[in-house]
Structures are given as C-alpha cells and as structure tokens.
C-alpha cells in the first residue's frame, strides 16, 4: 500500500547521529585535543626549564672561574658599545656628550672608592673638573685638554683647603696632603688619560682610529680570557691580579696582532707592518691599564670599583684597558695619520 500524499514517515532507527551523539562526540573531541594542547605545553615548559638550567649552570661555572655574570656582562657591553658607536660614527658631537657622562660618572665612581678607603675627596668639584675638560679638549685641542685638566686640579686641592677650615673636616696637614692627592690621581688617571680619546675623535678621520684601538682593546681582551681560561697556567702577576697568566698574554697578543693587521688594511688605509705595531702597542697598554687598575683595587681592599654594571663591577673596570691605550692610539695617530 502506498502512502498517501501528505502522510508522514516515521524515523528509521540507526541511520545517522542524535543530536545527544553529536554532541558527546564534540566533547570528547574537544577534551582529546584539550589534552593534547596541556601535554604539548607541559613538554614544552620543561624544555625551557631544561635549556634555563643549562644555561644558569653554564654561567655559574663561567662566573665561578672568572667572577662575573658573563651574559649579563655581554648584554650591557652591546648595549654600551652600540651607543658608542652611533656617536662615534654617525656625530661626532654626541661622542664628546657620551664620553663626558662615562668620564663623570668614572670619575664619581674612583671618588666614591678613595672616600671609602678614608680619604675625603671632594667629589662635586671631582665631576665638574673631570666633565669640563671633555668640550676642552674637543674644541680646543692639546692646549684646552691641559689647561682644563691643571684648572682642575687647582680647584680640587683649593676645595679640600676650605673644607679643612670647617669643624667637620678639619684633619691633620698629612691627611689634607693626601686627600689632595687622591684629588689628582682622578684627574690625571681618570680624566687626562680619557681625554686623548676626545682628541683623536676631533681629529679628520679621528673616529676610525678611535675605533680601531676600541676594536684593538676588544680583541685584547677577548684573547686574553680565552686563552686564559682554556691555557693559563702561569702567572703573569700574581701579586696584583693572580688570574692573569702568561698564556693569557700570549693570546692577547696574537689576536690583537691579527686585528691590528686587518684594521689598517682595511679601516685606516695603512700597511700591513703598522697593524703589527698598532696591535703590539695596545695589547701592552691594554695588559698594563689592565694590571694598574687592579693595583688600586688591591690597594684599597676592593674586587669592582662599584656595581653599577651588573657583569663587569664599575666603569672603570671597563675603561681600565682602554685609557692608557686612548694616549698611545693618540700619538701613533700623530705620527702615522
């Protein structure tokens, strides 16, 4: 018997998904891939804690063989040398307002020490001595690099007197002497030594063979911790610094030579022989203000000059190297440029 137009079938059981079906089987999907997402993540959280652990182990033996947090030193050395640089480079003007703030702060910072070694070091007159003599030397060359700099030293010896008068200050003359003196270590150590660095970037060209000695300390220092860590075994003065070693020097003195080869082929349009000078110059100057400053943290009981560079201790932890070879890079500039 046929149906009937307008009557209704009824439905066949077993074909097709019931709505409660359905939706179970969306459930079930959803908590499959719901699972698979929190596994995924769980191995991928343990990964990072895994490779975090690497790493933290990794810098706590480096930092237990050199003492210091060597990513963390390498982060701020990019970000400062990458400031440098753009005012190096790019306007030479920034470059004197770069070089000012380091100087004034490595100067605050050296002031702060001596102070807490027990000498009174007038530490305002410090700065604005230490600041001055930066537009000194780039404007006016040798003559206001020296005269700013005794200016300075007059003003810090005259302050320290007029301090002795007040109750507060007042000490004995031998005490004055040498808080007087330590006045003058900054200068001369500090700012004089920093200034030849202004004088060459004020210099036609100046800016390349400013960089290439900062390249030159670099590669001075990088050799001699590579070489160092992986070779040292003898010392090379282990009265005043006893993790330098001879091995270290070597290396030093190798990639600064090679350096030295490369940038005045390249960078400075000079002979191959004169990257071997430029290279053996500064990697002694480089191991010389290296071991000068350790002399003086030795000599005041301290490991960094301060904490103000996570990784690397002071400013002047870090322009130790760099100021005597400033004055050597200098005057290989008078007579090669």
Known sequence: MTDQPGSHRPPKRGHGVSRAEFRAQVKSTRADFERQVQSTKADF????????????????????????????????????????LVSLIFVKDLFMIFAGVIIGFTSF?????LRHAGRNVPRIPVVIAAVSVVPAAFYFGPTGQWLATLAGILVIALWRIALAVLPAHRAPA????????????????????????????????????????????????TGAYVSGL???????????????????????????????????????????????IFGGIIVFTATFGDLAESLIKRDLGIKDMSSWLPGHGGFLDRLDSILPSACAAYALYLVFA
């Open 45 to 84: 959280e343990r990964q990072v804690q895994a490779t975090r652990a690497s790493l933290d182990a990794t810098s706590e033996r480096i930092e237990a063989r050199t003492g210091r947090n060597l990513i963390l030193a390498v982060l701020i050395g990019l970000v400062l040398g990458g400031a440098m």
């Open 174 to 221: 031998r005490a004055v002497l040498g808080d007087m003196g330590a006045g003058v270590l900054i200068q001369v150590y500090v700012v004089f030594l920093a200034s030849f660095a202004v004088l060459l970037v004020a210099q036609p060209g100046g800016q390349w063979w400013t960089l290439a000695f900062l390249l030159l300390v670099i590669s001075a220092d």
């Open 230 to 276: 992986n070779f040292g075994k003898h010392p090379l003065a282990p009265t005043i610094s006893p993790k330098k070693t001879w091995e270290g020097f070597l290396g030093a003195a190798l990639i600064c030579t090679m350096a030295g080869i490369l940038l005045a082929l390249f960078m400075l349009d000079q002979p191959w022989w004169f990257g071997i």
């Open 109 to 113: 910072e050296l002031a702060q020490a």
